[in-house]
């Protein structure tokens, strides 16, 4: 009954496909395919390049460097064509196809990784970051290109235009620049994950460019000349290869899924707790997982009134009861002037007959006084705005030739503010106070660096010291990444220092994670392969996540 139904449509769909099948200039897209397949000195030359200019473009963080690469890179080419062996068993594509990319993945891990290790900058970066972790969509984004590569190959309709487009959304080479980066650096994590991201975007084109090649007419029957064998087995074998792949890209997918809902669910419940019309209003708050299954939340407001400890043990009550889970509170209040400053009333006052004058250092001792009163409540707020990083210390003067009043500020961070955040800050000072100021930044960064004694592999007492206080960082911004740069000394045998240079980024991450509790996938580790100051040191870098990527 239901074939009855759907029978007319079934015919049409089929009448349809053999129209286009018709259209299809097989001879043109074999030949194709086969060229393809040619292996060829400028073919490598031009991978190379693209290759080092998508390494430079990560190690700079720079997405349209990035972007630029895709679009040159020829590795699209042979992965379609492994598509096609694969749909029609040809042996002879096959092999060639598998023996040019096996040879340009090499390559190209070869040339990045060499690369990495003569580059002087081998921080991670954030376009670095975002290709070492994959999930759901990578494999959903590779399958749609891989379709659209597959039909303008086949119909060569708008072909030069969507086949960069496909270069694009699938972005073979990148990932393969971070794996060979990873090799490089000698970071193991960035080498397997970005490996897993090319090989599931590989994948993902082969099962696209068989659906479609097989809508288009071509199959073992259809082209028994070409010698394919079992069809059923390669598919089934396929559709287990990507079964097994998307586990893991599943479990990626729901785990930041369920932390961006669980952040929503936090700010909206610390947005009704504390957002009072004309009172208190939440200015910032982090979250992370603590010990014992609690959920640490710390939360800064900006209130004309503070909140008393049975107000915010009352909060915490309503907080952990909305997240039905237990967690561990804390909250930051910074008072502000309801309304801005108002304009005192001047009031008349009796001169007195004689008046005694002050002296000069009474004068300057009270205006210091006042003015630094001044500047903390400021401090305040821009410790709430810039956070997790600090203000350390600043300076506040007087320029003669100027009508600003210079102010600079010391900072702890590993990431400089930009021109737009400093002239944020500069103009809501000069708000605030209502003076011209002008703002200059200074930056340090959260934790010194560690300089060790020659051979040595133990961190001092002063060393684990310093690196608590990545502790207290984290669990204000627990997005932020860490990364440890071990630079080696220069002098003896390299294989050693470099042995050593491990074992040093080693004991600093073992301390963050055992002593610092902080989660050992927010520690990435690198192995520097020069140090132009010579001395054995290890540095500690907390930089804030990027979520999003090209």
Same mark, same amino acid.
């Given at each position: 009954?239901?074939?009855?139904?759907?029978?007319?449509?079934?015919?049409?769909?089929?009448?349809?496909?053999?129209?286009?099948?018709?259209?299809?200039?097989?001879?043109?897209?074999?030949?194709?395919?086969?060229?393809?397949?040619?292996?060829?000195?400028?073919?490598?030359? !031009?991978?190379?390049?693209?290759?080092?200019?998508?390494?430079?473009? #990560?190690?700079?963080?720079?997405?349209?460097?990035?972007?630029?690469?895709?679009?040159?890179?020829?590795?699209?080419?042979?992965?379609?064509?492994?598509?096609? @062996?694969?749909?029609?068993?040809?042996?002879?594509?096959?092999?060639?196809?598998? /023996?040019?990319?096996?040879?340009?993945?090499? %390559?190209?891990?070869?040339?990045?990784?060499? @690369?990495?290790? #003569?580059?002087? #900058?081998?921080?991670?970066?954030?376009?670095?970051?975002?290709?070492?972790?994959?999930?759901?969509?990578?494999?959903?984004?590779?399958?749609?290109?891989?379709?659209?590569?597959?039909?303008? %190959?086949?119909?060569?309709?708008?072909?030069? =235009?969507?086949?960069?487009?496909?270069?694009?959304?699938?972005?073979?080479?990148?990932? !393969?620049?971070?794996?060979?980066?990873?090799?490089?650096?000698?970071?193991?994590?960035?080498?397997?994950?970005?490996?897993?991201?090319?090989?599931?975007?590989?994948?993902?084109?082969?099962?696209?460019?068989?659906?479609?090649?097989?809508?288009?007419?071509?199959?073992?029957?259809?082209?028994?000349?070409?010698?394919?064998?079992?069809?059923?087995?390669?598919?089934?074998?396929?559709?287990?290869?990507?079964?097994?792949?998307?586990?893991?890209?599943?479990?990626?997918?729901?785990?930041?899924?369920?932390?961006?809902?669980?952040?929503?669910?936090?700010?909206? =419940?610390?947005?009704?707790?504390?957002?009072?019309?004309?009172?208190?209003?939440?200015?910032?708050?982090?979250?992370?997982?603590?010990?014992?299954?609690?959920?640490?939340?710390?939360?800064?407001?900006?209130?004309?009134?503070?909140?008393? *400890?049975?107000?915010?043990?009352?909060?915490?009550?309503?907080?952990?009861?909305?997240? /039905?889970?237990?967690?561990?509170?804390?909250?930051?209040?910074?008072?502000?002037?309801?309304?801005?400053?108002?304009?005192?009333?001047?009031?008349?006052?009796?001169?007195?007959?004689?008046?005694?004058?002050?002296?000069?250092?009474?004068?300057?001792?009270?205006?210091?006084?006042?003015?630094?009163?001044?500047?903390?409540?400021?401090?305040?707020?821009?410790?709430?705005? %810039?956070?997790?990083?600090?203000?350390?210390?600043?300076?506040?003067?007087?320029?003669?030739?100027?009508?600003?009043?210079?102010?600079?500020?010391?900072?702890?961070?590993?990431?400089?503010?930009?021109?737009?955040? @400093?002239?944020?800050?500069?103009?809501?000072?000069?708000?605030?106070?209502?003076?011209?100021?002008?703002?200059?930044?200074?930056?340090?960064?959260?934790?010194?660096?560690?300089?060790?004694?020659?051979?040595?592999?133990?961190?001092?007492?002063?060393?684990?010291?310093?690196?608590?206080? @990545?502790?207290?960082?984290?669990?204000?911004?627990?997005?932020?990444?860490?990364?440890?740069?071990?630079?080696?000394?220069?002098?003896?045998?390299?294989?050693?220092?470099?042995?050593?240079?491990?074992?040093?980024?080693?004991?600093?991450? =073992?301390?963050?994670? *055992?002593?610092?509790?902080?989660?050992?996938?927010?520690?990435?580790?690198?192995?520097?392969?020069?140090?132009?100051?010579?001395?054995?040191?290890?540095?500690?870098?907390? %930089?804030?996540?990027?979520?999003? /990527?090209?």
């Amino acid at each position: 009954m239901a074939y009855g139904i759907f029978a007319p449509l079934l015919r049409y769909l089929s009448m349809k496909r053999e129209g286009q099948i018709a259209q299809i200039n097989r001879d043109s897209v074999i030949k194709g395919v086969y060229q393809d397949v040619e292996i060829s000195a400028g073919y490598f030359l !031009l991978l190379s390049l693209a290759n080092l200019i998508a390494l430079s473009g #990560l190690i700079v963080n720079s997405a349209p460097v990035i972007i630029g690469a895709m679009l040159i890179s020829p590795l699209m080419g042979p992965i379609l064509s492994s598509g096609f @062996a694969f749909i029609t068993g040809n042996r002879t594509i096959w092999r060639s196809a598998l /023996k040019k990319i096996s040879l340009s993945i090499a %390559i190209t891990l070869a040339v990045a990784g060499f @690369a990495a290790w #003569l580059s002087p #900058l081998q921080e991670a970066t954030n376009e670095i970051l975002a290709r070492t972790r994959p999930n759901l969509y990578d494999l959903i984004i590779a399958t749609l290109a891989g379709v659209a590569g597959a039909v303008a %190959i086949c119909t060569k309709k708008n072909y030069l =235009t969507i086949v960069p487009g496909v270069a694009i959304a699938t972005a073979v080479i990148p990932p !393969l620049s971070v794996a060979g980066f990873g090799i490089g650096t000698g970071s193991l994590k960035f080498f397997l994950g970005g490996f897993f991201l090319f090989f599931t975007n590989f994948v993902a084109i082969v099962f696209a460019t068989c659906a479609v090649l097989f809508y288009y007419g071509f199959s073992p029957t259809a082209d028994s000349y070409l010698g394919g064998k079992s069809l059923r087995k390669r598919i089934i074998s396929l559709a287990v290869v990507i079964v097994v792949i998307s586990i893991p890209l599943v479990y990626t997918l729901h785990k930041s899924i369920s932390q961006l809902r669980l952040q929503k669910l936090v700010h909206s =419940t610390l947005k009704g707790e504390f957002d009072r019309e004309g009172l208190s209003r939440l200015a910032s708050f982090t979250q992370r997982e603590g010990k014992e299954g609690k959920l640490e939340v710390n939360a800064v407001i900006s209130t004309t009134k503070y909140f008393s *400890e049975k107000d915010i043990e009352s909060a915490e009550k309503n907080i952990g009861g909305n997240l /039905k889970q237990p967690i561990a509170f804390q909250l930051e209040q910074v008072k502000v002037q309801p309304r801005g400053l108002k304009d005192e009333p001047i009031k008349p006052t009796l001169v007195p007959v004689s008046i005694q004058p002050r002296q000069p250092l009474e004068i300057v001792r009270d205006t210091r006084t006042e003015t630094i009163r001044l500047l903390n409540e400021q401090i305040k707020k821009i410790n709430a705005v %810039i956070s997790p990083a600090t203000v350390r210390e600043y300076t506040f003067g007087i320029n003669s030739r100027r009508p600003e009043y210079p102010l600079e500020l010391q900072i702890r961070s590993d990431s400089p503010l930009s021109e737009g955040q @400093a002239l944020l800050l500069e103009r809501m000072i000069a708000s605030d106070l209502g003076i011209p100021v002008r703002l200059t930044i200074h930056t340090t960064p959260f934790i010194p660096e560690l300089v060790f004694s020659p051979g040595a592999e133990t961190l001092t007492e002063a060393m684990k010291k310093s690196l608590l206080s @990545a502790k207290d960082i984290f669990a204000l911004e627990p997005r932020l990444r860490i990364t440890i740069t071990s630079y080696p000394e220069q002098t003896g045998n390299r294989t050693k220092n470099l042995r050593t240079a491990q074992e040093r980024a080693r004991a600093v991450a =073992t301390f963050l994670t *055992e002593t610092a509790a902080i989660p050992s996938d927010s520690i990435a580790t690198v192995i520097a392969r020069n140090n132009s100051t010579g001395t054995p040191r290890v540095k500690v870098s907390l %930089i804030p996540e990027q979520e999003n /990527k090209p």
